[in-house]
Structures are given as C-alpha cells and as structure tokens.
C-alpha cells in the first residue's frame, strides 16, 4: 500500500507561482512514474505531468508546457509540482498519482494506482 500527500496548494493571482508537493508513504520502493492531474467544477479529470520512477523522463500537458515543472526526490519520496505564470484557467483541485511496480510515462489516469486527496489551488484574474 501507498499513501499520498498533497500541500502547497492556495489562492494565487494571475502570472504569479506556487509550489505543490506530494509525499509518499508505505511501500515507497515500490512507486514507479507519478504524476499530476487536475480537475476544475464541472470538468473531467485532466492530465498536467508525469515523470519516470528515475526523474529522466518527464511529459506535459500541452495546455501547461513551459509554465509548470515537475521533479522528484526519491530520498525524500516526495514529486513536486512548480507552477509558474499561472492563469485564472489553472483554477482546479489538483491531485499526485501514482504507478505501483509500474513506470510508464503515461497521461492515462487509469494506469495509476494510488491518488492523493487533492488540494485546491485558485488563480484570481
């Protein structure tokens, strides 16, 4: 089994930054590519990032390529989510992911196992 945690989210105004993480416990050894996906009031889930179990590899939603980094801390079992230059649009409860034995850099939610409880993170215009 695998916990996730999320923290960092908040209220931030257009083009300004803010920082999610994700902590991982449990079987940590276990987790392979984690990822990112959000979901706005009234919308599907989406995908935002991914990243390998090695940190290598990284893949993006079109919609947040060059304004949103992810990485990882294996030591600390901990991914990271940078946003910058952020848009009201960004506005949606975001939410960690991740592979168990697993490490496909993948978009498709249903090939993560374990999910954080999400944090909300508001862009005001």
């Known amino acids: 089994q695998v916990q996730l945690v999320e923290s960092g989210g908040g209220l931030a105004q257009a083009g300004g930054s803010l920082r999610l993480s994700c902590a991982a416990s449990?079987?940590?050894?276990?987790?392979?590519?984690m990822g990112w996906f959000r979901q706005a009031p009234g919308k599907e889930r989406e995908f935002v990032t991914t990243?390998?179990?090695?940190?290598?590899?990284?893949y993006y939603a079109d919609s947040v390529k060059g304004r949103f980094t992810i990485s990882r801390d294996n030591a600390k079992n901990t991914v990271y989510l940078q946003m910058s230059s952020l848009k009201p649009e960004d506005t949606a409860v975001y939410s960690c992911?991740?592979?168990?034995?697993?490490?496909?850099?993948?978009?498709?939610?249903?090939?993560?196992?374990?999910w954080g409880q999400g944090t909300q993170v508001t862009v005001s215009s």
């Open positions: 990243i390998t179990k090695s940190g290598g590899r990284t």
């Open positions: 992911a991740a592979q168990f034995d697993k490490d496909y850099l993948t978009p498709r939610w249903s090939l993560y196992d374990y």
């Open positions: 449990g079987r940590t050894f276990s987790i392979g590519a």
